[in-house]
């Protein structure tokens, strides 16, 4: 990790207690303060707290809970009620990325993710979209199309668990690349629909950028880091920033001082109230990872 200086020691200190309030005491974290259980709450909390030493603890107590829920085929769900709604896999894999004692769940996780995909098909002459429907991806539900978020967080996942060279990556860096805008940015997936140009979206476009790290050439998502350029600076949200930040840090176009606009919006909480803790966690990694989500990762000493 980076050394940080006096104002985001300052942030990452108060708000990483926030973040450690919301431990359940059967191990794992809730979305909300006071909250339920949830799996992805789970994951981003242990990213976010995984560089402080106090939360060693409990950290490894949310990475088993984890493990509890994960089903047979490696999938981690949602909820045990919707089994279908995969997408926190990915997620998973993060979370037990640092954990030698969780490495097999990491595996079966990650094996999941390879031996899975969304519904791909040929494009018909007379299809409403204009992206290449054939090219595999993964989808947020199990049996659904593709689409450019999930798609983008399970090519970090594999690249993090030592898959980066595998097919499945490099054809998912092929579909992000087929769903980049024409004029720069991503959406949640689609190019024109009925020959109108769609609008790109800040948080698709920074968790795109971010997976493409090191699968494209600058030039072919330059127009992409322009666009999130220009929009950065009047993001407000949590998670169109902290992603944006991320995506644009992956690719070293960050914009300085990223820590007032972090701090700006975690202070718009006394406003608007408490943010989920995916959101709050996603915001603390943007915080302390400049150079992108994987150096989130790195020891201390590589940075």
């Known amino acids: 990790m980076i050394n940080k200086d006096f104002m985001t020691e300052y942030i990452v200190s108060f708000w990483d207690k926030q973040l450690r309030e919301r431990v359940l005491p059967e191990s794992g974290f809730s979305q909300?303060?006071?909250?339920?259980?949830?799996?992805?709450?789970?994951?981003?909390?242990?990213?976010?707290l995984s560089d402080n030493p106090d939360s060693r603890?409990?950290?490894?107590?949310?990475?088993?809970?984890?493990?509890?829920?994960?089903?047979?085929?490696?999938?981690?769900?949602?909820?045990?009620?919707?089994?279908?709604?995969?997408?926190?896999?990915?997620l998973a894999v993060f979370a037990?990325?640092?954990?030698?004692?969780?490495?097999?769940?990491?595996?079966?996780?990650?094996n999941f993710l390879i031996t899975t995909s969304g519904t791909h098909f040929q494009r018909t002459a007379d299809s409403p979209s204009d992206h290449d429907t054939s090219i595999m991806?993964?989808?947020?539900?199990?049996?659904?199309?593709?689409?450019?978020e999930p798609t983008a967080l399970a090519m970090m996942a594999l690249k993090i668990a030592g898959y980066g060279d595998h097919?499945?990556?490099?054809?998912?860096?092929?579909?992000?690349?087929?769903?980049?805008?024409?004029?720069?940015?991503?959406?949640?997936?689609?190019?024109?629909?009925?020959?109108?140009?769609?609008?790109?979206?800040?948080l698709s476009t920074g968790i795109a950028l971010n997976a493409l790290k090191d699968q494209t050439a600058?030039?072919?998502?330059?127009?992409?880091?322009?666009?999130?350029?220009?929009?950065?600076?009047?993001l407000q949200t949590p998670r169109s920033l902290g992603w944006s930040l991320l995506g644009l840090g992956a690719w070293r176009a960050r914009l300085e001082p990223s820590q007032t606009s972090i701090d700006a919006c975690l202070k718009?909480?006394?406003?608007?109230?408490?943010?989920?803790?995916?959101?709050?966690?996603?915001?603390?990694?943007?915080?302390?990872?400049?150079?992108?989500?994987?150096?989130?990762?790195?020891?201390?000493?590589k940075s």
């Open 268 to 301: 718009n909480q006394a406003r608007y109230g408490s943010y989920d803790t995916a959101s709050l966690s996603l915001l603390l990694v943007a915080l302390k990872s400049p150079g992108g989500l994987e150096e989130i990762f790195l020891d201390p000493g």
């Open 96 to 110: 037990w990325h640092q954990s030698p004692e969780h490495r097999e769940n990491q595996d079966r996780a990650a």
């Open 218 to 234: 600058l030039g072919t998502i330059q127009r992409s880091l322009t666009y999130l350029q220009s929009r950065v600076a009047s």
């Open 57 to 90: 603890d409990l950290l490894t107590l949310a990475r088993s809970r984890l493990a509890d829920d994960q089903l047979p085929d490696g999938r981690v769900c949602i909820s045990p009620d919707h089994p279908e709604a995969v997408w926190p896999t990915s």
């Open 137 to 148: 991806g993964w989808p947020w539900i199990a049996d659904t199309h593709s689409w450019t």
């Open 32 to 48: 909300t303060p006071g909250g339920r259980y949830r799996a992805d709450a789970t994951c981003w909390a242990i990213l976010a």
């Open 167 to 202: 097919e499945r990556v490099k054809e998912a860096a092929r579909l992000l690349i087929d769903r980049q805008l024409s004029r720069g940015g991503w959406n949640y997936g689609n190019t024109t629909i009925f020959d109108q140009d769609l609008r790109p979206m800040p």
